[in-house]
């Protein structure tokens, strides 16, 4: 998360600390609506710790798939 945080931070010129507060509530909201074993692939994902990888590996894509779905989006798996 930390990376996001930064780069957030960077193109609105928002201090990190309130982008890292607006991010956290807004993934606490998300991983609310997912069933458990997608809430702890989400804390993988923002935590960056492997398992559900970044947004260009197969786990990224799958998370991607999985919050398209949430918002029925379309193309979603």
């Known amino acids: 998360m930390d990376e ?3 780069r ?3 193109k609105t010129g928002i201090s ?3 982008v890292r507060t607006v991010l956290t509530t807004a993934a606490d909201f998300i ?3 997912l069933p458990p074993q997608f ?3 989400a ?3 923002l935590k960056g710790a492997g ?7 197969a786990g990224g894509a799958a998370v991607g798939n999985l919050a398209a779905g949430l918002f029925g989006k ?3 798996r």
């Open 51 to 57: 398992g559900a990888g970044g947004p260009g590996s």
């Open 39 to 41: 809430a702890a692939q």
């Open 4 to 6: 996001m945080v930064a």
């Open 74 to 76: 379309e193309g979603a």
């Open 43 to 45: 804390d993988m994902f």
């Open 31 to 33: 991983k609310q609506k």
């Open 8 to 10: 957030v931070s960077e």
């Open 16 to 18: 990190a600390d309130t």
